[in-house]
């Protein structure tokens, strides 16, 4: 499983690798810029619509994918446009961008939302990215684990709840937290246990 973060220092390369798979970088079209890209990072594109909501920029997504498409290194998957907290907004978003996205070459993620089921999914849906509430996220966590072979999970920023969607076998996982206080024990150190393979029972509290 990956851990996807938007950062680019040192750390996060040295863990890239150290522990192959285990991270990588989520860029959205705000600050893709700011975040070089390298061979040995696996990446993908976010759509900025939950960081974003009504200031989302249909133009500033369409620039991070004429960017990406000139890069040697290509993104993982792109997260199609989507609505925060709404199926209905959500899935006319799929329908409006999916060809152009589709037309980039990539692994397309469709992100669900409250209210939701696997019925919702669009067929041509590559990934799936659980979006929602935090408790929409956990109460249907592994039903789309179960239900799909590339799943992704957003706003993952405890240890337990990474180990949790490890063990379900998801396929990524993000989070923005890990480097805030970082030498607190339940953030990188927590999560450098996790690349290694190690479970700290004393780290693991679940929520």
Same mark, same amino acid.
């Given at each position: ?5 938007? $950062? ?53 997504? /369409? ?29 006319? /978003? ?89 030498? /607190? ?19 693991? $509290?679940?929520?």
């Amino acid at each position: 499983m990956l851990m996807l973060c938007g $950062q680019s220092n040192a750390l996060w390369h040295y863990a890239a690798g150290k522990w192959p798979n285990k991270v990588g970088l989520l860029l959205g079209p705000s600050y893709y810029k700011r975040t070089p890209v390298r061979p040995w990072m696996p990446y993908v594109l976010d759509n900025d619509a939950f960081t974003l909501r009504e200031n989302w920029s249909e133009v500033k997504w /369409r620039e991070m994918l004429g960017w990406a498409r000139l890069q040697s290194h290509k993104p993982a998957w792109v997260l199609v446009p989507d609505v925060v907290g709404s199926k209905d907004g959500t899935l006319e /978003r799929w329908v409006r961008y999916e060809k152009e996205a589709r037309a980039c070459g990539w692994p397309l993620a469709f992100a669900v939302q409250d209210g939701m089921t696997t019925d919702d999914v669009p067929a041509s849906a590559d990934v799936v990215f659980i979006g929602g509430t935090d408790s929409f996220k956990w109460q249907t966590v592994e039903t789309w684990a179960v239900s799909f072979p590339r799943v992704h999970v957003g706003r993952v920023n405890s240890i337990a709840r990474v180990w949790q969607c490890d063990d379900l076998g998801v396929e990524s996982v993000d989070g923005t937290g890990w480097f805030r206080d970082p030498t /607190r024990e339940d953030k990188l150190p927590a999560l450098e246990c996790w690349m290694a393979g190690v479970r700290n029972d004393k780290q693991i $509290q679940l929520l």
